[in-house]
């Protein structure tokens, strides 16, 4: 079965500090794609990136990067240099079927709070 | 570009009434539009999969008599909670997939539901 494993309920650090992310999929296909959705508190799911399973280059964008290890199933996103903005529910996602993201399951989200 | 709308972003409505929510891809045409629904604090649960010109496909536990979707042109679906009652409240949220390139779901800013 496809499931997502954000093992991080809560995160709360202050502003600048780096902060990592976990994301855990498990699933038997070799096709598949990995998303990262961010929620801020108006509720909207913002896209930030997606990665097909055959893909293991890291990503980065500007203060964002993505850590994909297909050896450990982990897709892990990190924010450097935090910001207020920043703060928000992040959920990372797993997909899969004929364009890669017919079905999606999330993981449980992740609220991280940036402390001025 | 990969903008989805959704209208009411808040509707109150009294028990037993019917509320119909609406899903547009602005800028792109989506044959597949997803409904979620999410408690608060918690993550996004798939309730069903709307394909343009065709019945929807729920997800097991979804009553589809009650959540009723229509997939009327590639920009617009529409989710009608059908007698509608407390245990219904929620926040509804609606993504577009989008083509090519774009192989991802693209959300809609919510629908907050409440039913007195």
């Known amino acids: 079965a496809q499931k997502v494993t954000q093992a991080q309920t809560e995160i709360s650090v202050v502003e600048k500090e780096d902060v990592t992310l976990d994301c855990v999929y498990e699933t038997r296909d070799t096709t598949y794609y990995l998303f990262w959705y961010k929620q801020p508190p108006s509720g909207e799911l913002v896209f930030l990136i997606r990665?097909?399973?055959?893909?293991?280059q890291n990503e980065i964008s500007g203060r964002y990067s993505w850590n994909f290890q297909k050896s450990t199933s982990s897709f892990n996103f990190t924010i450097t240099a935090s910001q207020v903005v920043d703060s928000a529910v992040y959920f990372c996602a797993l997909g899969w079927g004929d364009q890669g993201a017919q079905k999606l399951v999330f993981g449980q989200g992740t609220r991280l709070t940036i402390n001025p | 570009g990969a903008v989805v709308s959704q209208h009411p972003s808040r509707v109150i409505c009294k028990s037993g009434t019917s509320v119909k929510i609406e899903c547009r891809s602005l800028d792109f045409q989506a044959t597949t539009m997803f409904w979620y629904r999410q408690f608060p604090k918690q993550s996004l649960m798939l309730m069903a999969t709307?394909?343009?010109?065709?019945?929807?496909?729920?997800e097991q536990g979804v009553e589809k008599d009650k959540f009723l979707i229509n997939h009327a042109s590639l920009t617009l679906s529409t989710l009608t909670v059908t007698s509608a009652h407390p245990e219904d409240s929620s926040f509804y949220i609606c993504?577009?997939?989008?083509?090519?390139?774009?192989?991802?779901?693209?959300f809609g800013p919510g629908t907050r539901l409440t039913v007195l």
């Open positions: 709307s394909n343009e010109g065709s019945k929807a496909t729920y």
């Open positions: 993504s577009a997939l989008g083509q090519g390139a774009l192989v991802t779901q693209y």
């Open positions: 990665r097909n399973s055959f893909d293991e």
